[in-house]
């Protein structure tokens, strides 16, 4: 199991959720596939409606950070920490 793999089925959760979740399921592989400003394009309206959530906020921080790099054909889509 994954951990950013949803728990509930889809067919289990109302169609708000079910939109959320699909958003952000491109928002993942545009930054899987180093599609910065698609990836930021994708969380724009999941940020607009939950502003608060930390992890949009987080990946909002990544996709910005990441378009100003040169697209990297050794990267696997993890996380580099460069200091503790």
């Known amino acids: 199991m994954r951990v950013f793999t949803p ?5 289990a959760v109302g169609p708000e ?6 958003g ?3 928002v993942l592989l545009a930054y899987r ?13 999941l940020l607009a ?3 608060k ?3 949009y906020q987080l990946y909002a921080q990544r996709l910005a950070s990441m378009s100003l790099q ?9 996380t580099r920490f ?3």
């Open 82 to 84: 460069e200091s503790k």
């Open 24 to 26: 952000w399921e491109g």
């Open 7 to 11: 728990l509930a089925r889809r067919d």
């Open 53 to 55: 959530k930390v992890l």
């Open 33 to 45: 596939e180093q599609k910065w400003l698609q990836g930021q394009a994708l969380l724009a309206p």
């Open 49 to 51: 409606a939950d502003a």
């Open 17 to 22: 959720w079910r939109a959320a979740l699909q």
């Open 70 to 78: 040169p697209e990297d054909p050794e990267w696997d889509g993890s």
